[in-house]
Nanobody, 122 residues
């Protein structure tokens, strides 16, 4: 089970931190995806829990940072310099044994959270 938290309303240029707490099954990769109405879900970021290796979508590089706390089985997404186009429902996902090129593929993720809404006002 994955439970997200931390979404909300923020002005453009502001920051938010999303959290994703995992329980039950053990995973070694966690990711964040986002979706806006009428669009397909898109990859945002992912992290390997064993070594902290990350991958980011080009649209968030330099602004978003993903981290993890293995003791708490929690992954975080620090979002800085937010833009109105970052407005979306953000979903946490978890998987095992993804190679680097697969970390952005949502069909490789076995577990999903319920989503948390992030709204960035202009």
């Amino acid at each position: 089970q994955l439970v997200e938290s931390g979404g909300g309303l923020v002005q453009a240029g502001g920051s938010l931190r999303l959290s994703c707490a995992a329980s039950g099954r053990t995973f070694n990769t966690m990711g964040w995806f986002r979706q806006t109405p009428g669009k397909e879900r898109e990859f945002v970021a992912a992290i390997r829990l064993i070594n902290g290796g990350t991958r980011y979508a080009d649209s968030v590089k330099g602004r978003f940072t993903m981290s993890r706390d293995n003791v708490r089985s929690t992954a975080y997404l620090q979002m800085n310099t937010l833009k109105p186009e970052d407005t979306a429902v953000y979903y946490c996902a978890a998987a095992n044994n993804l190679i680097q090129s697969s970390m952005a593929s949502e069909d490789r993720y076995a577990a999903w959270g319920q989503g948390t809404l992030v709204t960035v006002s202009s």
